[in-house]
C-alpha cells in the first residue's frame, strides 16, 4: 500500500523550488560567464547557448508523457538525480581540450532534464497539496524560486571568482574614480615599459598607475588625427574609433582571439521610419522639445606582465567589476577582458576600455580586479559543487516528498498504443474545456500592461531626463529596480498567497486585477514628475513591483485552477506556454511604440491595455470555494 503520511509543506516547497530554480540559472546565465572566461567567443556564446532556452519553449509538447507514465514524485527525483550526474559531467569535462563542445552538450541535456523537471514539480505541487495550500505556498514557491537565481547568478560566480583569485598571480587592483569637476583630457595609450626594479622582483601584472581620474563629461567635438589627416568629429565618433584601437591593439598583440566582422547596416535618421511609424508618431506621440544628445566620457588603462613567464606557459588575466559604483562600466559588449600572456607578448601593454556615465553628478569610483588563477579550476568547483547540491537534495526529497494518493499511475495503461492514444487525449482534454478560448484570452491578457511595462522600466530609469528618462546612473538603477523592485515583488507575491488562502480565488481575483492594474499609474506620474527625488522613485518602483507580485498570485492560482482534472500536469504546462507568449508577444513591439510615442504617451497607453486585464476578469468563471480554506 502506498504510504500517505503528509509532510510539512515547508519540508519540502522551499528547497524544490530552489532546485528548481538552479538548472535554469546554470544553463541560462551560469554558461554563458563561465565560457567568457574561457575564452570562448562573444559570436560562438551568443549563438549556442541562445539555443539552450529552446527546452524551456516546448515543454509542453512533451508534459502529457510525465502524467501519463510513471508518477510526478518519481519524474520529480528522477530529473533531479540525472541533474546531478550531468552537472558532474560538465565538472568533469571541463578540463578536457574538448571542453566547449562536450559541456554544451551536456548543458542541452540538463536543459531539457530541468525543464521535464519543471513539469513534474509543478505537478507534484498540484497533487500533494490542498486548494487552500496551493494557494498559500504560491507566493514561498516563488520566492525561493528567486532566491535561486540570486545564489546561482551571484553566490556561485563569486565562489568562482575567489578561486581565480586566489590561485594565480597577485591580483592587479585598478580604481577609477570620476569627478564632475575634472576636466576632459585626451586619453594616452602609450606603450608601458618595465623598471628594473620591477624585472628582477616576483612575476606580476604592472599598471603606471593604480589609480585612474576621468572627468563625466566630455565636449561636442573632437579635433583628431585620422588616417594622416586632421579632422574635427563629434565626439561619439571618437569614443568609438578610441573603443576600436583598444579592440584592434589586444588583437595584434595577441592578448585576444580576432573574431569575424559582423557587418552592421547604420540607419540613417528619417530614412528607415514607415509611413505607419510616422502615422502613429504624428497622431499619438509626445510633444516634447528636441533634445541633445549627451556623450558618456572614457577612459583606458594600461597593463602587462613585468618579466617573461615561462618558456610555454600561458598566464590568462580576468578582469572584473570588484565594488564601487557600477556606473563606471567595463566595455564587455565589444572587448574582451580576458587577455592571454605569454613569452612572446609579455613586454607589449594589454588595454581596457571604461565607459564613465555622464549622468554622474558626484564624485564615485569602482574598483577592478584582474585575477590570474586556474580559470578551469574554478569553474569545475562550481559545478562540482552544484552537482553535490543535488545528489544532497534528490536524497532528502526521496524522504521528504509526501505520497499523495492521487499520484498514481495512469489508468490508460502502459502498451505503446495506449500512451500514444492518452498523449492526443490530453492535447484534446485541455482545448474541450469549458470555457478554454476565454481561459487562453485570459492567460495572454491579464498580463498585458506588465508584459509591455516590463521592457521599458530599466531604460525609463537610464534615460536622460530631456529624453524623457529619469537620468539615474546604472549603480541607482541597481538599487531601484534591482533591489527595492525585488523586495517589493516578493513581498507582494508572498502576502498575495496568504490572502488568497483565508478568501479563496474568486474573492480576491478583483482586487489583485486592481492591483496590477492601478499600480501603473506609479510610471505616468514619475514620467510627468518634475525632477522627482530618488526617495519617491524608489517608492514608486516599490508600490509598482509590489502590485505586480500581489497581482500574479491570481493569475498563477487560475492557472493552478484551470489545470484541475485528469491531466492537471500536462495541463498545467501548456497554460505556462500560453503565459510565456502573453509576454513575448507584447514585449516585441513595446521598444517600437514607446519610441515613436515617448515615455508620457507609453505610460498612458499602458494604463489603458488595463482594460483587457480587467475585461478578461469579467468573463472567467471560478468556483468560490477554490483556494479557500474549507470547513471541517
Known amino acids: ?220 567635438n573632437i579635433t583628431t588625427i585620422i588616417a594622416g589627416e586632421e579632422k574635427t568629429i563629434p565626439f561619439h565618433q571618437y569614443a568609438a574609433l578610441m573603443r576600436d584601437s583598444v579592440k584592434q591593439e589586444n588583437e595584434r598583440n595577441g592578448f585576444v582571439a580576432t573574431e569575424a566582422k559582423v557587418i552592421k547596416t547604420q540607419k540613417i535618421t528619417g530614412s528607415s521610419e514607415s509611413a505607419f511609424t510616422a502615422w502613429v508618431k504624428k497622431i499619438f506621440g509626445e510633444d516634447r522639445e528636441s533634445y541633445a544628445e549627451r556623450d558618456n566620457n572614457f577612459a583606458i588603462v594600461g597593463l602587462r606582465l613585468n618579466k617573461k613567464p615561462v618558456s610555454g606557459e600561458e598566464i590568462i588575466l580576468n578582469v572584473t567589476h570588484k565594488s564601487g559604483d557600477q556606473s563606471i562600466k567595463l566595455e564587455q559588449a565589444a572587448l574582451s577582458t580576458r587577455f592571454v600572456f605569454n613569452e612572446a607578448n609579455w613586454d607589449k601593454t594589454a588595454w581596457l576600455f571604461y565607459e564613465i556615465d555622464h549622468k554622474i553628478q558626484s564624485a564615485t569610483s569602482a574598483s ?48 505503446a498504443m495506449s500512451i500514444f492514444r492518452e498523449f492526443f487525449e490530453t492535447f484534446k482534454s485541455f482545448f474541450s474545456k469549458d470555457q478554454v478560448w476565454i481561459a487562453i484570452a485570459f492567460m495572454l491578457l491579464y498580463r498585458l500592461p506588465e508584459a509591455q511595462l516590463v521592457k521599458l522600466i530599466n531604460p525609463f530609469l537610464l534615460d536622460p531626463i530631456d529624453k524623457g528618462g529619469l537620468g539615474l546612473t546604472t549603480g541607482q538603477v541597481g538599487i531601484v529596480y534591482g533591489t527595492v523592485g525585488i523586495i517589493g515583488l516578493t513581498i507582494g507575491g508572498i502576502i498575495g498567497g496568504i490572502v488568497a488562502a483565508k478568501g479563496g480565488l474568486k474573492k480576491w481575483l478583483w482586487p489583485m486585477a486592481w492591483s496590477m492594474s492601478l499600480t501603473c499609474l506609479t510610471f505616468v506620474y514619475l514620467s510627468y514628475a518634475t525632477a522627482p527625488s530618488l526617495l519617491t522613485i524608489n517608492i514608486c518602483v516599490f508600490i509598482e513591483q509590489f502590485g505586480y507580485g500581489f497581482g500574479f498570485t491570481a493569475y498563477m492560482l487560475y492557472l493552478i485552477y484551470f489545470s484541475e482534472g485528469k491531466h492537471k500536469t500536462a495541463h498545467y504546462a501548456i497554460c505556462t506556454g500560453f503565459m510565456a507568449l502573453g509576454m513575448m508577444l507584447p514585449g516585441m513591439a513595446a521598444g517600437w511604440l514607446q519610441e515613436t510615442i515617448g515615455y508620457r504617451h507609453f505610460f498612458i497607453w499602458t494604463m489603458i491595455c488595463c482594460a483587457a486585464t480587467i475585461g478578461v476578469c469579467s468573463f472567467i468563471k471560478i468556483d468560490p470555494s477554490f483556494g479557500r480554506k474549507k470547513d471541517k
Open 1 to 220: 500500500m502506498k504510504n500517505t503520511i503528509k509532510r510539512n509543506p515547508w519540508a519540502w516547497i522551499p528547497t524544490l523550488y530552489f532546485a528548481q530554480g538552479l538548472p535554469y540559472v546554470a544553463v541560462m546565465t551560469i554558461s554563458v560567464i563561465m565560457y567568457k572566461r574561457l575564452g570562448i567567443s562573444n559570436t560562438d556564446i551568443a549563438l549556442y547557448t541562445g539555443w539552450l532556452y529552446l527546452p524551456w519553449v516546448i515543454k509542453p509538447f512533451w508534459s502529457p508523457f510525465v502524467d501519463i507514465i510513471k508518477t510526478k514524485r518519481w519524474w520529480t527525483l528522477t530529473m533531479q538525480w540525472l541533474i546531478a550526474f550531468a552537472l558532474a559531467g560538465i565538472a568533469f569535462t571541463i578540463p578536457t581540450s574538448l571542453f566547449f563542445q562536450l559541456t554544451l552538450a551536456i548543458f542541452w541535456l540538463v536543459g531539457f532534464t530541468s525543464a521535464t523537471h519543471d513539469i513534474a514539480a509543478d505537478g507534484f505541487y498540484m497533487l500533494a497539496l490542498s486548494e487552500h495550500e496551493q494557494s498559500l505556498y504560491v507566493g514561498i514557491r516563488s520566492t525561493f524560486y528567486r532566491i535561486a537565481t540570486v545564489a546561482g547568478q551571484g553566490l556561485l560566480v563569486i565562489v568562482a571568482g575567489l578561486i581565480e583569485t586566489n590561485s594565480g598571480l597577485e591580483p592587479l587592483e585598478l580604481t577609477v574614480n570620476a569627478d564632475p569637476q575634472v576636466e576632459w583630457i585626451a586619453p594616452d595609450m602609450t606603450a608601458i615599459y618595465s623598471a628594473e626594479g620591477e624585472l628582477d622582483g616576483e612575476l606580476q601584472f604592472i599598471s603606471p598607475t593604480k589609480y585612474v581620474t576621468a572627468g563625466t563629461s566630455a565636449p561636442a
Open 368 to 415: 577592478f580586479e584582474g585575477a590570474s588563477g586556474n580559470i578551469p579550476m574554478a569553474w569545475l568547483v562550481v559545478f562540482a559543487v552544484l552537482s553535490v547540491f543535488f545528489f544532497i537534495v534528490a536524497t532528502y526529497h526521496s524522504w521528504a516528498l509526501p505520497h499523495p494518493a492521487s499520484d498514481g499511475l495512469n489508468e490508460a495503461g502502459t502498451t
